[in-house]
């Protein structure tokens, strides 16, 4: 008896015409259409406080960000994400693949949230990914377990300059966009637990 058949892998155009249709989110990677797990409070709630912030401090300037409602198609390979925070100067450049109108090619910079589940994928493969698109100056992962952000800015060389910070009374400095975020705004009504050796 033979294999079963694989599934034919899906193009950018099928992706589309579904994802428009759909109730629920789903990323494009390489032929395939994956359902995306909800996030949670802790989650939204940072992700919103950053968009939040973000739009205060880019007020006036042609810089805007947007939500995790904002598709990202990254043309190098097939991909199509939904970045929990994007920041686009200028003019958006529209996906042509996307009928609808829903899916950007020129983000500045991307924000990412970090949950247990997503880590390692956020860190590893999708960071890769987002190397390959040309607009992208930095790249931003933001803890939900403590108040910690990471920044990777795009060199001329093609290099990423990697910087850190921690405490909610620190600051986080985007080089792209020449701004910086209080931790203590990014982390606005976040409770973290206490270091396990404090728990009685």
């Not at 910079?109 to 960071?127: N, Q, W």
């Not at 701004?179 to 206490?194: G, Q, R, S, V």
Request: charged residues 25%; hydrophobic residues 40%; negative net charge.
């Amino acid at each position: 008896m033979g294999l079963p058949a694989a599934n034919p892998a899906r193009t950018i155009q099928d992706y589309y015409r579904i994802e428009n249709d759909a109730t629920e989110k789903h990323e494009f990677r390489d032929g395939e259409i994956l359902g995306m797990s909800g996030g949670s409070p802790r989650h939204a709630l940072i992700a919103t406080n950053v968009a939040v912030a973000l739009r205060t401090r880019l007020k006036g300037t042609p810089c805007l960000p947007y939500t995790s409602d904002l598709r990202v198609r990254i043309m190098g390979l097939q991909r199509s994400v939904y970045p929990d925070v994007s920041v686009v100067c200028g003019k958006i450049q529209l996906d042509p693949d996307d009928k609808a109108g829903h899916t950007i090619l020129n983000p500045r910079l991307v924000v990412e949230v970090l949950s247990p589940s997503t880590e390692a994928y956020d860190r590893g493969g999708k960071f890769a990914a987002y190397r390959e698109v040309p607009s992208l100056a930095e790249y931003v992962l933001i803890s939900s377990f403590e108040p910690r952000v990471e920044a990777f800015l795009r060199q001329t060389d093609g290099t990423w300059a990697f910087s850190s910070c921690s405490g909610n009374d620190s600051h986080a400095m985007l080089r792209s966009l020449q701004i910086d975020l209080p931790l203590a705004e990014i982390y606005a009504d976040i409770d973290f637990p206490p270091p396990a050796h404090e728990v009685a």
